[in-house]
């Protein structure tokens, strides 16, 4: 008789004549014995498996899966909870939470009196009215509610008189104190008044011209970088920067800072930090840059600076500044740093400056920088290339041609602009730099140019247009020497300037350039986590990088 096979009798169908179920196997991926806390299961959601290749999954992955797959308790069919969720309480279901019953719940937290608010309010006014001190932390108390938001300024009556010297039981003054007696001795007073105003102090005017309205220009040439574009750009750099760098030129510092600007950064940004530098310190005596930057430095932090790539003036400064603001920082991967102001005020220069290397797209021409652009100077600090914005002051045409806002070969007439040349540069700088004679007029002037230049049209004429546009290049790349003083600045004959005063800051002081890389950026990083105590501080000051080492 032959030997029965155990698989086909376990598939012969029963004595009712159904077929046997076939029972499924279940991978067991739980540990094989006691002593095993290990699963050796090959399943793709097993944590503990061998990767035999790159492409299986991680452990990390593989945890991330099973924690959304069980992100669900598991519950019986009454719904009680068999087995919690991950991050699940282990206590019941229905269980009901307590506050712990201290008094510490329901006291104030913390009580402050009325001279450590005074006092306080002293101590941080002196500091916001300070360039170089910064404001690390910011209180925990309300300090909005400390500041005084009268509409009216109060009139102090009490701290000229008291009320008991002049209305109490004692009271002393038997005649009220005025300013004049009878109609005669106002008469005097108003003409002495009259004859001591003069019309260029009188600040009413100028606060009265700043709310008219300003009539915009109809030559579109003339509204160069005041487009909403242009704009746009400004105010993205703003809110991406938590450092932001004015550049204005050294030739027309007022003329050229961003008011507007800057009021708005106080008023609406006061966490941000703004600093001044000033430009093209190489086309002016270093007795000027000294006098804007002793000005300045009572407002902002002010770095003179000479954009060159090979020989660069205040590149060492304006980084350590940085350095500082970075330091200041720590909470935070990296700062970045936007640079702002006039276009062809030398934005893009500054940042290939501290660079070393022409990473942005730079001219001598107005409008070069189209949109921001993000750059990295070190492994904490980012740069933002800006382009240029000119806020509508009313200025004349004469006046942003010359400040270089717009460029000379889209100019129209351009001859009628050279009486304001002629009016800043000296007359012996024009003929040294032209060669030529002593002119009398505007008209001698171009002619004599335009002859020693070639710049002649059919029948010997003088191209009075191509020889105007050349000038105003000239003007505008710095090769004709000019500066502009303060309004009330008032020159002292006891003042005696030596050689190196007239000379640029530039040719006076030399400063060795020294190439950044990654290296010295960890390295200088840890020297000043080593040096820098004040970071820590509830106020830290700054250095005083205003030329003090610089200009010596």
């Known amino acids: 008789m032959a030997k029965t096979r155990s698989s086909l009798k376990l598939n012969r169908p029963q004595k009712d004549g159904s ?37 299986q999954r991680s452990r990390a992955t593989i945890k991330r899966l099973l924690m ?57 006014g002196k500091v916001l009215n300070d360039p170089f001190q910064v404001v690390m932390k910011q209180t925990k108390l309300p300090v909005t509610l400390l500041e005084e938001k009268s509409k009216q300024q109060r009139v102090h009556i009490l701290d000229t008189e008291s009320f008991e010297y002049t209305f109490g039981k004692k009271s002393l003054r038997k005649k009220p104190t005025l300013a004049v007696n009878d109609l005669e001795d106002m008469v005097a007073n108003i003409s002495e008044r009259t004859s001591k105003y003069t019309q260029e102090k009188d600040k009413d005017l100028y606060d009265r011209d700043a709310d008219l309205t300003r009539f915009e220009n109809t030559n579109p040439l003339f509204r160069a970088g005041q487009s909403n574009r242009v704009w746009g750009e400004l105010y993205k750099v703003i809110d991406s920067s938590d450092v932001i760098v004015e550049v204005v030129d050294a030739r027309n510092p007022e003329g050229t800072r961003c008011k507007h600007v800057e009021e708005f950064l ?59 603001f970075q330091m200041l920082h720590k909470d935070k991967p990296q700062i970045s740093v936007g640079f702002i102001g006039y276009p062809n005020a030398g934005k893009s220069s500054i940042v290939n400056t501290l660079r070393s290397k022409k990473v942005c797209k730079a001219a001598p021409i107005a409008g070069e920088t189209k949109v921001w652009q993000y750059v990295m100077l070190m492994r904490r600090i980012y740069l933002i290339d800006c382009p240029g914005v000119v806020y ?14 717009v460029r000379v070969e889209n100019v129209k007439d351009p001859e009628n602009h050279i009486q304001s040349v002629l009016d800043k540069v000296k007359k012996e700088h024009l003929c040294k730099h032209y060669g030529i004679t002593d002119f009398d007029n505007v008209d001698e002037f171009l002619e004599k140019i335009a002859k020693k230049t070639g710049r002649l049209l059919k029948g010997g004429e003088p191209d009075y247009g191509t020889v105007s546009r050349m000038i105003l290049n000239d003007f505008q790349r710095g090769k004709l020497p000019y500066f502009v003083l303060p309004s009330d600045y008032v020159r002292s004959e006891k003042v005696v300037r030596n050689e190196e005063d007239e000379k640029p800051i530039n040719e006076v002081e030399e400063e060795t350039n020294e190439e950044i890389d990654e290296e010295d950026n960890v390295s200088g990083d840890e020297e000043m986590d080593d040096n820098n105590d004040d970071a820590l501080s509830t106020c830290s000051g700054l250095s005083d990088v205003s030329g003090v080492s610089d200009l010596g």
């Open 19 to 55: 077929k046997p179920v076939k029972s499924k196997l279940k991978h067991d991926m739980g540990p094989k014995s006691r002593g095993q806390t290990f699963s050796t299961g090959n399943h793709s959601l097993n944590p503990d498996r061998k990767r035999e290749g790159p492409h």
């Open 68 to 124: 959304y797959k069980n992100s669900k308790p598991v519950r019986d069919k009454n719904g009680k909870i068999i087995k919690a969720a991950p991050f699940q309480s282990r206590l019941p279901s229905g269980t009901v939470a307590r506050v712990e019953p201290h008094r510490k719940w329901f006291g104030n937290t913390r009580v402050i009196g009325q001279e450590q608010l005074q006092t306080f309010q002293a101590n941080m």
């Open 266 to 324: 106080r008023r609406e940004k006061p966490h941000k930090h703004l600093i001044l530098v000033i430009n093209k310190v190489d086309l002016v005596p270093t007795w000027v840059t000294k006098m804007w930057l002793n000005r300045f430095s009572k407002e902002l932090p002010t770095v003179a600076f000479h954009a060159s790539i090979q020989h660069s003036f205040g590149k060492g400064s304006l980084i350590n500044l940085l350095r500082q």
């Open 392 to 405: 509508p002051q009313g200025d004349s045409e004469t006046e942003i041609i010359l400040k270089g806002v």
